[in-house]
């Protein structure tokens, strides 16, 4: 957090009412509801939570116990109850008549089309269901699925939710070697793949890919599932590859689900930490699922049989599992699935898509939004965009002026913003607007959801008084239904970066800094770890500093997020070389060094800058000084002492002088 931030959130004095027409017909009308509900929770937080998951979940068997806090961090919810949650994503709405309703218009990047009703949705959900079954998947079991976006990736966690098996889904932005690492980490049986995906006019060889990681090691896959989008040429390995369209025609589409505990792990997200590897977050059944389907409802105020609801996310990242595998289809709601670049093949393209699709709830990130605002308010302006009617922001914090063009030339100055401020980690939305009843201010999350324990605090625990003009640490107090359970494989891990910040109390650390305003606003301010948010993805700077480090010309390397008027960070990378700077070639080295961590995390990892020095700034007990690191990075004048330094006239080398 710099100074300027919390300066800049705190003089925001913009404030945009609920407009009457949207209060009228929203779920959750006006601050009076809010606060009855947050009462409720305050003084019965079990009876809230528990009310909560009798509206939303239909129970196999139904749930006695509510929370269960006889093991902290370990916390269970409703944990004899048994349910299933493919069952409560698409069953649930054919048996109350509405099978015909459209779960997903998606729409490829070269144009194609497809709908599928909640009735077609199940029947590709039980086939492939029953194929995972015949391959020897069983409950707890775990399939990683790296696909485009296509409603197959969709069906296929869908599939897994059916017969209880555990979902990995790896973004198909990662290389081979990032989805080796997390095929390996959850020991996968079956990887579900594609021959290619498509994306701003390019094809991702994700099959290619998928046979790299096998090649060296993943020994507990024994078959991988292949979809065929790309018209890509691939390799074939008999015996262990099968076609995705070939298992659909063979098997039945009657596969009953499988009824699980509450907490039986629903799927592993694998998400950037700190330290160098990726740490696969744990979710849960029943908590999850009713995170996801409650926050349809509260945030995006949801209309099952009249609302279109479309989130531009990818399902490699948890935004794309929870409102677009989850959440939409657990309250039975339409949604718009789009596979390609937002650009592609010209920047209207999501105009376009929102336009034919008359989407009414659309959510995407302040990236998008800036990247989008850069090229012009024509490209919106082809388009009728009158059927929308909320918006939403996801990611990272929207700066005012994103929020103010978003505001006025996509929505039309009628639709409010929700600011939605969640993680991996917490499942479902955590600090956000409830549309008909919060005011809002452009940049600020607002207030916590009902039943939502969410506080600033400060070293010791202790709340930050409001308007106390500082910032503080962000913390849930509570366990709530939808957080994360562990940490795949690695307990330790869990306990030391949730749970372990405060001596003596169980408080969870999201990690983020924040500060409240005099009206209880709650303004994030940006990660107090070392992770930085590149295009609202979710990057660990020692990720990078690793694969950087294992090129064999590198001896060491520092990594830090540079402000930038798009992306949100830039990736900067200070690199130490092995030998002298002086005989070598700097700009093909660079180029090098770019595709070394592409090639080892994915192109989304890409340095944007890389410079070189004879040395790292560190101070005498050998700490590398990363404040004073990204104040170069980002050209600003160094104000910190640096008289602790063992060389100073590295600081002149890492501005780019020598
Ligand atoms: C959903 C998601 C989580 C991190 C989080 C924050 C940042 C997310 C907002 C935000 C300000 C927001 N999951 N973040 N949403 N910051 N305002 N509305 O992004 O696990 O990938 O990232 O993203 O730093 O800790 S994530």
Not at 270 to 275: A, E, F, K, L, R
Not at 335 to 361: H, N, S
Not at 420 to 427: D, S
């Amino acid at each position: 957090m710099t100074d300027d931030t919390l300066e800049s959130v705190l003089t925001e004095q913009r404030l945009f009412e609920v407009p009457d027409q949207f209060a009228k017909q929203a779920r959750i009308s006006g601050m009076d509801q809010y606060f009855e509900m947050m009462k409720h929770a305050v003084e019965d937080y079990e009876g809230f939570w528990a009310e909560q998951a009798r509206a939303e979940i239909s129970w196999e068997i139904p749930f006695s116990e509510i929370l269960d806090e006889s093991n902290p961090p370990f916390y269970k919810w409703f944990s004899d109850g048994r349910l299933n949650v493919s069952y409560n994503c698409i069953d649930r709405h054919i048996e109350a008549g509405n099978g015909q309703r459209n779960a997903i218009l998606w729409e490829g990047e070269p144009g194609d089309q497809r709908s599928l009703t909640y009735n077609e949705l199940l029947d590709e959900v039980a086939r492939l269901g029953n194929a995972l079954k015949a391959y020897g998947v069983g409950k707890g079991d775990r399939v990683v699925i790296y696909m485009p976006m296509v409603p197959e990736a969709v069906a296929a966690m869908q599939a897994c939710a059916r017969i209880g098996a555990i979902h990995s889904v790896v973004f198909g932005g990662f290389s081979a070697e990032a989805l080796k690492d997390r095929i390996e980490d959850a020991t996968a049986k079956v990887v579900i793949s594609a021959d290619g995906g498509l994306r701003s006019g390019k094809t991702i060889p994700l099959k290619a890919n998928v046979d790299q990681a096998l090649e060296e090691g993943c020994d507990s896959v024994e078959h991988v599932v292949v979809l065929q989008r790309a018209e890509n040429a691939i390799d074939w390995t008999e015996g262990r590859d099968v076609w995705f369209r070939d298992i659909m025609a063979r098997e039945s589409g009657d596969c009953p689900p499988e009824p699980v505990e509450a907490e039986h792990p629903l799927f592993i997200l694998y998400t950037s930490g700190s330290t160098g590897k990726p740490k696969g977050v744990v979710h849960s059944s029943a908590g999850y699922l009713l995170g996801a389907a409650a926050t349809m409802k509260w945030v995006f105020d949801i209309r099952p049989e009249s609302d279109v609801f479309w989130c531009t996310a990818d399902v490699g990242w948890i935004t794309g599992h929870t409102y677009i595998a989850y959440g939409p289809t657990a309250v039975g709601a339409t949604q718009v699935m789009y596979e390609g670049g937002p650009m592609y093949p010209e920047p209207d393209r999501l105009w376009a898509v929102a336009e034919r699709t008359r989407t009414t709830v659309f959510y995407t990130a302040p990236t998008a939004i800036r990247a989008l605002m850069k090229q012009g308010e024509e490209w919106p302006a082809k388009h009728d965009l009158s059927a929308l009617r909320l918006l939403g922001s996801v990611g990272e914090p929207i700066n005012p002026e994103a929020w103010m063009w978003y505001y006025r030339v996509i929505g039309g100055e009628r639709c409010p913003i929700v600011d939605t401020w969640w993680q991996t980690e917490t499942g479902a939305h955590m600090i956000a607007p409830l549309p008909g009843a919060t005011a809002l201010k452009p940049g600020s999350c607002t207030h916590p959801l009902p039943g939502i324990m969410a506080d600033v605090v400060d070293e010791a625990g202790n709340s930050i008084d409001r308007a106390e003009d500082k910032g503080g640490l962000l913390i849930i107090r509570r366990p709530w239904p939808s957080m994360l359970r562990n940490v795949w494989g690695n307990e330790q891990r869990f306990i030391k970066t949730y749970w372990s910040y405060f001596p003596d109390q169980y408080l969870y650390l999201a990690g983020d800094s924040a500060s409240r305003d005099a009206d209880g606003y709650f303004w994030i301010l940006g990660r107090m770890d070392d992770v930085i948010n590149v295009s609202g993805h979710r990057m660990g700077t020692m990720e990078i500093e690793s694969a950087l480090v294992s090129h064999e010309k590198v001896a060491e390397a520092a990594v830090v997020g540079r402000p930038d008027e798009v992306k949100g960070n830039a990736i900067h990378a200070f690199v130490i070389l092995k030998g002298s700077r002086g005989d070598q070639d700097l700009d093909h080295l660079r180029d090098d060094l770019r595709g070394h961590v592409a090639e080892k995390i994915g192109p989304i990892a890409k340095p944007d800058d890389i410079r070189f020095a004879d040395g790292l700034p560190k101070t005498r007990s050998g700490k590398i000084m990363r404040r004073l690191l990204r104040a170069i990075a980002s050209g600003e004048e160094i104000t910190q002492d640096i008289s602790t330094l063992e060389d100073e006239s590295v600081i002149r080398q890492l501005q780019g002088k020598d």
